[in-house]
């Protein structure tokens, strides 16, 4: 599986940005999808994670009620809309690839990794 993440830039604080990332390879539906975040000079962290069928999502407790994370497996896209950035968002995002169900939050769970897209935010 190839994923190639895209939709990050400069937004100012309050703002939105819709990240996506576009898989190719084995077939999509079957892989639970992630996104991890890691800010300069601290470790990855998880962000959220869905299942294969989208029935099951997990997010991290500090972006409940701003993110939210979706797929559309007709498409081999994973989405993660981010609302009301805060200048602690800012990172580089990655999207990732796994097989267990329910989705996890260690790194070690996910098989697959895109390149990332880096989201600024200023405040």
């Known amino acids: 599986v190839q994923l190639q993440a895209s939709g990050g830039g400069l937004v100012q604080a309050g703002g939105s940005l819709r990240l996506s990332c576009a898989a190719s390879g084995r077939a999509f539906s079957t892989y639970t999808m992630g996104w991890f975040r890691q800010a300069p000079g601290k470790e990855r962290e998880f962000v959220a994670g869905i299942s294969g069928s989208g029935r099951n999502i997990l997010l991290a407790e500090s972006v409940k009620g701003r993110f939210s994370i979706s797929r559309d497996n007709a498409k081999n896209t994973v989405y993660l809309q981010v609302n009301s950035l805060k200048p602690e968002d800012t990172a580089g995002y990655y999207c990732?690839?796994?097989?267990?169900?329910?989705?996890?939050?260690?790194?070690?769970?996910?098989?697959?990794w895109g390149q990332g897209t880096l989201v600024t935010v200023s405040s």
């Open positions: 990732a690839a796994g097989v267990w169900d329910p989705p996890g939050t260690l790194s070690d769970e996910y098989d697959y």
